[in-house]
T-cell receptor, first 110, second 113 residues
């Protein structure tokens, strides 16, 4: 079992650009959650996808959007990037109460 | 609302026990988790406990829950240098309409050889 995988590992973008991050869940998991972790902080919940629908959303603007595919993989899209969007973006997959995290994508916005 | 607080730093000698503390505010039925994050890596789930339990033990890890004070602790027995990392406490109201994990800011554990 490969566990949760994320791509790319690192990404550098400039302000105003758009970015897409990808996540493949652990085998057998049907739910994907996305978190943003700023330097020195705990992860902050962005949203969760289940059955290809956004089930719950955290306190993030509409610039953050997502999608879940029939194979349960997921994408996180961020439009109109700001310097403050620089962070580690973590994907977590789950089937019930245990959420397992991927290694993250480090996004730097210049 | 949910709020999770942790002390930021802990330093222990190799072979001693480490105790990492956390307080939470939500009084509803909740699951409480401990995650470990090594530098440049994602989060590793260590263990979790439901709020109707008092204690859970898993090899070198012991979780204690004081429901009255909303206080959670993680004890690591015989701490090793490989235990050096940031430890996050998190809670969720899973099953009560909320599935998000709410994290503390993390406790950086340094193990002195």
């Amino acid at each position: 079992d490969a566990g949760v995988t994320q791509s790319p590992t690192h990404l550098i973008k400039t302000r105003g650009q758009q970015v897409t991050l990808r996540c493949s869940p652990k085998s057998g998991h049907d739910t994907v959650s996305w978190y943003q972790q700023a330097l020195g902080q705990g992860p902050q919940f962005i949203f969760q996808y289940y059955e290809e629908e956004e089930r719950q959303r955290g306190n993030f603007p509409d610039r953050f959007s997502g999608h879940q595919f029939p194979n349960y993989s997921s994408e996180l899209n961020v439009n109109a990037l700001l310097l403050g969007d620089s962070a580690l973006y973590l994907c977590a997959s789950s089937f019930d109460i245990e959420q397992f995290f991927g290694p993250g994508t480090r996004l730097t916005v210049l | 609302g949910e709020d999770v607080e942790q002390s930021l730093f802990l330093s222990v000698r190799e072979g001693d026990s480490s105790v990492i503390n956390c307080t939470y505010t939500d009084s509803s039925s909740t699951y409480l988790y401990w995650y470990k994050q090594e530098p440049g890596a994602g989060l590793q789930l260590l263990t979790y406990i439901f709020s109707n339990m008092d204690m859970k033990q898993d090899q070198r890890l012991t979780v204690l829950l004081n429901k009255k004070d909303k206080h959670l602790s993680l004890r690591i027995a015989d701490t090793q240098t490989g235990d050096s990392a940031i430890y996050f406490c998190a809670e969720t109201l899973y099953g009560a309409g909320s599935y998000q994990l709410t994290f503390g800011k993390g406790t950086k554990l340094s193990v002195i050889p």
